[in-house]
Each structure stands twice: as structure tokens, then as C-alpha cells.
């Protein structure tokens, strides 16, 4: 394939390079076709320049050192044949020591020789043609571009180096070399070999790229999947300020912003569904002629490094760069990208674009879930990456790599401060890793994911929590919490063919606790969250009672409050107005929920707690009285329209408005639960139209309430006369039809769902909606634990069945087979 002929001026190029170099090609002219000449990473860029600059995407320009000149250079210096006896000799003496020996010998030799004489003149050259007359020797990023790099089946990411603010004819020159040198970092040996490409097979080429200033701004990461669960249709973006150095090596937890695809450019929307800041305690700059770390003031720690028209420009740059590398490759490629934003003028650049690895190879038709068959104690926790679980002994890891490589035994848990790709060879023989620092897209995590264990990064005191030998088992198993317990844990390992998506004669729904859980759902063959609950959301994101947000005013200026206080700032990171910050956690969950099987609907249910554990949150007890039967006492609608909290309930009203109008997400349906007159429901109602939730001025809204008292039933007529719909809790409807204690072990052989009464009811509320023309659903796993009672409700004509994740497919199977 040749490259096409492109008339295009490519912004911030400034490059005039003779056609007749023999050793250097402008990256304006280069394309995938070209990697054998200038390497994956060179023509990615080239090609983005090319193909990709009409649409605004910008990608600093530069030039390549060739393939050819790199193989020309260790001919004519001698030791082109030196190498190869050096590599014979590491895979002869098999083990990392003579890896160590060899890789450090091939690249002093390739250090130490001369370059050719025209290959400098040419490099000289073209990096004169960079200089303007402000600047007569401009600052280079000195980037590696190996023939075996960037590829759609192997990143090789971080395996050769790098160089910043290079500056300087004499200084570029060395950088090269030492480029090129790094095609023998023992990482890299060690890491073509498992990828089984020959190390004669890969050449190195060079890229020099005009250097952006985001020592002064900020840069980051771009996937165009999820990069835990694969999940298709959102956009990570992580950003952290300063050069991209330390997010990279995992020294500093970073913002992570989250952006919902299919909405995106879509009129007066704003599809960021989550945007989580990270501490970013510290940041690269260039100051006084060298790179070093400085730390980040602590208001900026708490201030997110892009405003939202910034994420939403990279953010659909990353969906354009997908969709023309989908294109070249002739099938779907998911990206992993690299980006800088200089400082002054805000710009934004595109630094590195390569296929994402892991997800985009998985083919399966086999879903595998880890289940911990129990808990132990707690050691550390952190963010975890891999979504399965590990045991082993803990080997703590203080030093280099190298001082122990021989130390580390295959099966033991690394621990570690962070990790780089030296450490690659040790991670290879882990079960399990932990880091102290890092963050999703740390090295730590790219790498565990692609070796398919499990990692927990940024867990704090790891280090000191740890000792060498420590009997563990790394949970990452259950969300965006990393858990570290004490002792080899017992746990399983579900498989799940994902079945096709045959009709059925009823609608297969997922319940859904919290948005951390929902992207590990996407793949199930579900149709919509028959229930999304606020509580999760509330108890573990949160973790403060509502009303203590509210009068957080009054609670400051009460000194007896001044502890509370002190720990309700910290848990909202600082944030001046603490009830928009529980409004912006609900919607990024409910955000989460709502858009894993969008379009379809996602039924989320307003809070349910009981005063019980509303009393359990942070500044509770201030607020909720004491109920010897909470079960039956204040919850649900009674709260909601209450003087006591209706301000607590505006704040979800809130949440579910940004969701559906600022986010887009308008397949959210809010549900109202144990509501227990038609009374109720119509103040509730009120309650949500004061509050914008209101079907008279916007009408796509539904709203549906909880059919789980056997009121609902009788009165339904009057209930569906306020309500588009209901969903039946089989559990509740249950215990207060047949006076029941669900909890009781002592009667719980006396009834299930199967009951005549309770199916009496529920056949009832069936028919009534239906009759409506209603909607009409149920969510518990009656359904799933007894076959006969799906059957009992498909028969009655429901219209959907809500389930746990994991017993979606099961029913599936069973139902297609009737």
C-alpha cells in the first residue's frame, strides 16, 4: 500500500526537509504503510497528521531518523555482529543476570560509536529547520519508534526510552544514540521474547517532535474503551498536571474524567459521567535547565486539571482517532493515547496513538467471574485493576529490581512503592501485585492487565502493612476497591458463555447497586436496569447523611460540631458547596448505571433507606430518631414529601435531573418505593415537580412507583392514576402479605414467593397495568430461584424481570428452551 498524496500544512511544523535526505523523513510524510521505515509509534503519528489534522487534531511535528539508518549505523561502527553474539550468549546462559550482562553491553556499544557523519549532517539539518528567530535552538521530545511498536496486537509500551527538552545540535545527536540503545533495555529483550519476535526482526527508529509545554499545563492518558471491563461506549480520560512522566510511571494518583460516546456532540449536553479527582501531589516541570518534580499546591490538588470543554474536546478527538485507525486496519481498534496541554496557550496535542492490547484481542465468548468464598481481615486497600483474584506469599520489594530479581519466587504477591518497565521480568512471575502509588492507567496497571492478574495500586503503607512471606489474597474482584486481606482466601471462578440474544417473551433486566459495579455488566444480554439503587452510592461514595450537607452551614458555626466538621470537609475534599457535591456523586453514579445499556431504561429507585442506616452515615444520628421496627417505620415516600427531609430528597431530585438533562442519559426513570396511599404518591409527585422533575413540562419523564405492599394492590386503580408504572418487589410484598420477618430464620420454611396470596397480588397488579397499558416489572431473584414462578409470570403476561448480574444468563438459557 503506498501512502496518498496529501496537500496539507500541518500547524506548528515549521519544516522544510530536502527530499533527497537518505536518513531522515518528515512525519508529514509518513504513514501506517511506513512502519518497516520509521516504526509504529513514527507512523501512527505520521498518519494522524496527515489524515486526522483537517479535523483539528493536533500532533506536534517533527521528523524520523530511519530504520535504515539505525541498521546502517551499527554496520558501519562494527557491532552489528557484536550484538547478535551477545544476545546468542544471554539466551545460552539462560536467566535475568546474563540478560542483565548483555543488555548492558549492547548498549554501551551502540552509546559509545559514532554516528555516520552524513546521518548527523542531516539530523543537524533538520533540526535547524525547527529553530525560528526567537528561538535558535528549540526543545525536541527524543521518542523511540521500534518496527515492533504501537501494533494492534502488542503495545510494547514503555519498554524503549524516551528523552524531554533535548536542546541543542550536540545534545540531539546523544539522545538519538541513546534511543536507539534502548532497543536493548533488558525490559525490552525480555518483553519481545514473551511476544515472540525476534530481536533481529525489530529495528529502532527515531522521532524528534517539537517539544509541547505541559510542564506548565497538564497530560495524560486517553482509552477509547474502559480499560478494566472493555466496556465499549465511554471515553477515560486521565489527567494529572505537569509532563505526563509521572502518570505514567505511577507516581501520582490522577483525575479521571469518564465520557458517555453515543451522546457526545449532541446539542446543550454534557455526557461526562464522571469526574473523580485525584490527589496529583506532585508534577514533572522543566526549570533551570533540567527536568525535576516539584510538589502541587493543595488547592490545585483539589481542583480538576481540565474544565469540562477540555475533556469533551479530547474526547471526541478520541473518537475520531478510533474511528480513522478502525478504518486503516479494516476492523474496530479501540485507542490508547497519549496527549499535553501547554500551559500558556491551552492548546491541546496528541502525542502517541496506539491500539489498545487488551480488550480489543478478547474474543470470548466466556465470561469469567471471581467470587470470594469469604473475607478476611483487611490489610491495605486501593483502586483495583484486573477484576480477579490472587493469593501467594507477600515478597516486599524496597530496592531496584535487579537486587532481587533472583530473589522473587513465581507465585509470590510483589509489593512494591510503584513500578516501571524494569520491573517487568518479577511481574511476570507474580500472582498478584500491589503498589503503594499509581493509578488505572499506571504501568503497574497496563502491565497486570495484560499479564491477567490482579493489582491493587495507590494502596497507602502497603509497604509497611506487608512483610516479606505474609500469607495474602489481592481481591479486585468487586468494583473500583482493591482489597488486600490477611491468609489465602478460599474463592471460585464462574464461567458464563455469553448466549445470543434469542427473543424472548419477556424482558431480561439487570439490578445494578452502585456505578462502579456497572461497567463489569456491560456484556450481559440485557435489556435495561429493571432497578439501579441510590443506597450504595450513598453509604459507600458518600458516606455522610444529607442533611448533615444541607446545614453544614449551622453545623460550622456550632463549636460542639467541630470534629464532624472537620471530617465532613475532608470527606468532600474540600469542596465549598457541600450540597452540590452530594448532587454531582449521585448523578455520576446514577450517570454510570443509566448508560451501560442505554437506550433502554434504567429504573432508578430513590433512596430506601430505613433510619437505621441513615443513622449509620457521617452527622446521622443528628438527624434520625430511633425506630424499634425500622422496617415498617419512616422510609421510603413518607420521607420524601416530610418537612423533616424534603430537602435531603430535592438533592436526588437534582441528581436525576442533571442525569437526564445535562448528562442526556433520558432513559433514566426515577421509581418512588414503599409508598403506602395514593395520597402519598400524589404529594411525592408534587414534591418532585417543585423540585424540575415534572411530567407537565417535560414529556418524556415517567416515573414509577414500588408495587411491594399489598395497598398497592388493592388500591391500584388510584396508585396508576399518578404513576406510568410499577415494579413489584417480591420481598417485601412477601413479608407484609403473610406477616412475615424475611430475616427470621426461625419461619422462613413457611413461604416464598410461590405463596397463593402473594401470586394472587402480583397477578392482580399484572393485569391491572397491562389493562392500563402500564408498565409492569418485577426485581428480586424469585424468578432465578424458582423456575416455576418465572414461568407463573411470563404466563401472566409481565412485561420485564429484573435479576442479580449473575443470574441473568441462567434464566435466559431456561427460558429459551420453553
Not at 386 to 403: E, L, Q
Amino acid at each position: 500500500m503506498r501512502c496518498p498524496v496529501v496537500l496539507y500544512v500541518v500547524l506548528l511544523m515549521g519544516i522544510r526537509l530536502m527530499t533527497s535526505h537518505r536518513f531522515i523523513l518528515n512525519l508529514k510524510d509518513v504513514c501506517l504503510a511506513d512502519i518497516e521505515k520509521v516504526g509504529g509509534k513514527n507512523a501512527a503519528l505520521g498518519e494522524m497528521i496527515r489524515g486526522l489534522g483537517s479535523a483539528g487534531i493536533r500532533v506536534p511535528g517533527g521528523f524520523a531518523v530511519t530504520t535504515a539508518a539505525y541498521r546502517e549505523f551499527l554496520a558501519s561502527a562494527g557491532i552489528g555482529g557484536k550484538i547478535k553474539d551477545e544476545l546468542l550468549r544471554a539466551s545460552r546462559l539462560v536467566g535475568t543476570r546474563a540478560l542483565q550482562r548483555s543488555g548492558a553491553a549492547i548498549r554501551r556499544m551502540i552509546t559509545r560509536a559514532a554516528l555516520l557523519p552524513a546521518l548527523q549532517k542531516e539530523i543537524r539539518s533538520a533540526y535547524r529547520a525547527l529553530a525560528t528567530a526567537k528561538n535558535p535552538q528549540p526543545f525536541v521530545a527524543v521518542r523511540s519508534s521500534a518496527t515492533a511498536e504501537d501494533l494492534p496486537d502488542a503495545s510494547f509500551a514503555g519498554q524503549q526510552e524516551s528523552f524531554l527538552y533535548v536542546s541543542g545540535e550536540d545534545a540531539l545527536i546523544e539522545a538519538v544514540k541513546k534511543c536507539m540503545a534502548s532497543l536493548f533495555m533488558d525490559r525490552a529483550i525480555s518483553y519481545r521474547k514473551e511476544k515472540g519476535f525476534g530481536d533481529r526482526d525489530v529495528a529502532m527508529s527515531v522521532g524528534i517532535q517539537r517539544m509541547v509545554r505541559a510542564d506548565t499545563g497538564a497530560a495524560g492518558t486517553l482509552f477509547t474503551l474502559d480499560p478494566e471491563t472493555g466496556f465499549k461506549n465511554v471515553i477515560v480520560i486521565q489527567a494529572a498536571y505537569g509532563l505526563g512522566e509521572l502518570l505514567v510511571q505511577g507516581r501520582v494518583i490522577p483525575d479521571e474524567y469518564i465520557v458517555f460516546k453515543p451522546l457526545l456532540g449532541v446539542k446543550n449536553k454534557t455526557p461526562i459521567l464522571d469526574c473523580a479527582i485525584g490527589e496529583k501531589a506532585k508534577k514533572t516541570v522543566y526549570a533551570n535547565g533540567a527536568v525535576r518534580e516539584v510538589l502541587v499546591s493543595k488547592k490545585d490538588r483539589a481542583t480538576p486539571c481540565l474544565s469540562d470543554q477540555e475533556i469533551l474536546q479530547l474526547a471526541r478527538w478520541g473518537i475520531a482517532i478510533e474511528k480513522y485507525f478502525s478504518k486503516q486496519y479494516n476492523r474496530p481498534t479501540p485507542m490508547d493515547i497519549e496527549w499535553a496541554q501547554d500551559g500558556s496557550t491551552r492548546e491541546m496535542f496528541i502525542v502517541q496513538a496506539r491500539p489498545e492490547t487488551v480488550h480489543a484481542s478478547n474474543h470470548e465468548a466466556v465470561h469469567r467471574e471471581y467470587v470470594l468464598k469469604k473475607k478476611g481481615a483487611v490489610a491495605v486497600s486501593g483502586i483495583a485493576v484486573g477484576m480477579r483474584i490472587g493469593t501467594g506469599r507477600a515478597r516486599v520489594i524496597k530496592n531496584s529490581p535487579a537486587m532481587v530479581m533472583t530473589q522473587f519466587r513465581k507465585g509470590s504477591i510483589l509489593v512494591a512503592r510503584m513500578t516501571d518497565p524494569n520491573w517487568e521480568p518479577i511481574m511476570k512471575s507474580a500472582t498478584g501485585i500491589i503498589t503503594e502509588q499509581g493509578g488505572r492507567t499506571s504501568h503497574a496497571a497496563i502491565i497486570s492487565r495484560e499479564l491477567g492478574i490482579p493489582c491493587v495500586v495507590g494502596a497507602q503503607h502497603a509497604m509497611r502493612m506487608l512483610k516479606n512471606g505474609d500469607p495474602i489474597t489481592v481481591d479486585c474482584s468487586s468494583g473500583t476497591a482493591g482489597v488486600v486481606y490477611r491468609g489465602i482466601l478460599p474463592f471460585i471462578v464462574r464461567e458464563t458463555r455469553v448466549a445470543a440474544k434469542k427473543p424472548l417473551p419477556v424482558k431480561l433486566m439487570v439490578n445494578i447497586g452502585s456505578g462502579d459495579e456497572a461497567f463489569r455488566h456491560h456484556y450481559l444480554p440485557a435489556e435495561g436496569v429493571g432497578l439501579g439503587r441510590l443506597e450504595f452510592i450513598i453509604s459507600s461514595g458518600i458516606g455522610i447523611h444529607p442533611l448533615a450537607l444541607v446545614h453544614f452551614a449551622k453545623l460550622q458555626n456550632d463549636k460542639k460540631y467541630t470534629a464532624l466538621v472537620k471530617k465532613i470537609d475532608a470527606m468532600t475534599q474540600g469542596v465549598h458547596d457541600k450540597t452540590q457535591y452530594y448532587v454531582d456523586a449521585l448523578a455520576q453514579g446514577i450517570g454510570r448505571i443509566a448508560s451501560v445499556f442505554w437506550p433502554h431504561e434504567a429504573i432508578i429507585r430513590f433512596s430506601d433507606f430505613k433510619t437505621n442506616e441513615y443513622r449509620a452515615l457521617m452527622g446521622g444520628e443528628l438527624y434520625e430518631p430511633q425506630e424499634e421496627n425500622p422496617m415498617l417505620g419512616w422510609r421510603g415516600a413518607s420521607r420524601y414529601y416530610d418537612p423533616a427531609f424534603e430537602k435531603a430528597f430535592a438533592l436526588e431530585c437534582r441528581a436525576i435531573k442533571k442525569v437526564r438533562d445535562q448528562m442526556g442519559l433520558r432513559n433514566v426513570v426515577p421509581m418512588i418505593p414503599f409508598c403506602r396511599t395514593p395520597e402519598e404518591g400524589k404529594k411525592v409527585v408534587a414534591v418532585m415537580a417543585k423540585n424540575l422533575l415534572d411530567r407537565a413540562k417535560d414529556t418524556t419523564l415517567k416515573i414509577y412507583m414500588m408495587c411491594e405492599i399489598p395497598s398497592n394492590v388493592l388500591q391500584i386503580e388510584e396508585f396508576l392514576d399518578t404513576f406510568d408504572g410499577m415494579s413489584i418487589g417480591s420481598n417485601d410484598l412477601t413479608q407484609l402479605t403473610l406477616g412475615m420477618d424475611r430475616d427470621s430464620s426461625a419461619i422462613s420454611h413457611i413461604a416464598n414467593e410461590n405463596n397463593a396470596s402473594v401470586k394472587t397480588l402480583i397477578r392482580m397488579a399484572i393485569r391491572a397495568c397491562r389493562r392500563r397499558r402500564k408498565y409492569i416489572g418485577i426485581c428480586g431473584e424469585a424468578p432465578s430461584d424458582y423456575p416455576e414462578f418465572a414461568e407463573f409470570l411470563v404466563t401472566e403476561g409481565i412485561e420485564s424481570i429484573s435479576l442479580n448480574p449473575d443470574s441473568i444468563i441462567p434464566l435466559r438459557v431456561r427460558l429459551a428452551r420453553k
